[in-house]
């Protein structure tokens, strides 16, 4: 069963910076696509960015276009995604996720998540 663990949320001033962490257990990058959600409070779930190695892609959603960036290590079964200049609207609970299928940021493609990790931005 491949289990997925985010890490390095926390809490952040606009403007500021952080770089969350998804390692897997068992998956390989190259073939399992690997999306970022996030859900505020009161709020659904939205796909945040996605990346596949095998198909050679990566999609954003347009509000974190240029200042998000998705990467994976294949060595570490790890995919990171680097937020920068972040704005009070990027406050959520980021969400990992992995699939076969590939990069998608509909969640209901993706059938593996992780449990979450807290991002607030505030000053």
């Known amino acids: 069963q491949l289990q997925l663990v985010e890490s390095g949320g926390g809490l952040v001033q606009p403007g500021g910076s952080l770089r969350l962490s998804c390692a897997g257990s068992?998956?390989?990058?190259?073939?399992?696509?690997v999306a970022w959600f996030r859900q505020a409070p009161g709020k659904e779930r939205e796909g945040v960015s996605c990346?596949?190695?095998?198909?050679?892609?990566?999609y954003y959603k347009n509000s974190v276009k240029g200042r998000f960036t998705i990467s994976g290590d294949g060595a570490k079964n790890t995919v990171y995604l680097e937020m920068n200049s972040l704005k009070p609207e990027d406050t959520a609970v980021y969400y990992c996720?992995?699939?076969?299928?590939?990069?998608?940021?509909?969640?209901?493609?993706?059938?593996?998540w992780g449990q979450g990790t807290q991002v607030t931005v505030s000053s």
């Open positions: 068992i998956f390989t990058l190259d073939y399992y696509a």
């Open positions: 990346i596949s190695s095998r198909d050679n892609k990566s």
């Open positions: 996720a992995a699939d076969l299928k590939g990069c998608t940021l509909d969640p209901i493609q993706y059938d593996f």
